[in-house]
């Protein structure tokens, strides 16, 4: 039988901390790879990444249901209708007392391979429990409320898409994704119709009589999303995950955040424990497992 307190001294296999200690078998992402932050190196980085490659990847086709939910820049959503709490960042943020802050590890692993990404690379955020298992283990540091909004902020400027769980519980990390290093949103991308799959209920739409055709979008969106046809700008419906990146720095104001149709809407689970019901069920296994 092994002893609980081996566990604790097991961290790289996952385990939080709240008033009472419990373990949980953490997945390989968000999770186990994340937690070798401190550890990577020119080696390790080549298994991770044909790990990566030949299990994660190559399992994940065929799976329908998504982990992830794009969290769109909330100042760029105009609509009417009430904005629910799992699409404000602001919200998330609100909602919890403890922050953190680590390395992007898909930044980190590409600057120590010689590829050095130009965006925020201390942009992976944790909250309550995660924060406290980040700090405790020397992956992150805190930071205050306020900061924790600043590096948002930031994450936005540089072109970096909020991530999060795809469930309506209390969200414990915000990942700020570029789409050039990334695993997950670079997966995404080269996927064909990356806006199916991707769990966010707003689209971007081009304004064709004021879009003087700058091109500023076309940098900016990081999964491909965007063309240029007789040099007005237009969005592929398909392929825009909905993140809002590309509103804020169109010069003419020609873009704006459409709320998706009822039918159109992607799913969002309870909570954690629902999402992660459904991605066993999805992969044939059950969860807790037995
Ligand atoms: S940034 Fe705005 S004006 Fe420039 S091409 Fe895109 S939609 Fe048109
Ligand atoms: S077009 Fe690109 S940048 Fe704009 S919302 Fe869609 S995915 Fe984001």
Redesign the pocket.
Known sequence: MIHLENLAGMSRYGRMRAKFRYYFLAPWMVGIWEFQLNRLNKENIQLYEKFHQEGIVASAKGRRVGGFRVI?VEREIKDDREIQPYEKVSEIIETNSKFAVADCICRKESEILGDKCDKLLEACMTFGVAADYYIENGMAREISKEEAKQILYKAEEDGL?HCSSNHKGNKIFICNCCGCHCKALAFLTKHNMP?LISQSN???LVDAATCDGCTT?ID????N??EMIDEIAA?KRE?????????STCPTGS?S?VHKQPGYLSHIYDDDFDLMQARAKDTGKAFPFD
Do not use: E, K, T
């Open positions: 769109p898409v806006g707003y689209y971007a979008c900016r969106c990081q999964v999303a965007i969005v392929r825009c995950i909905g993140c809002g990146l590309c509103v873009i955040m």
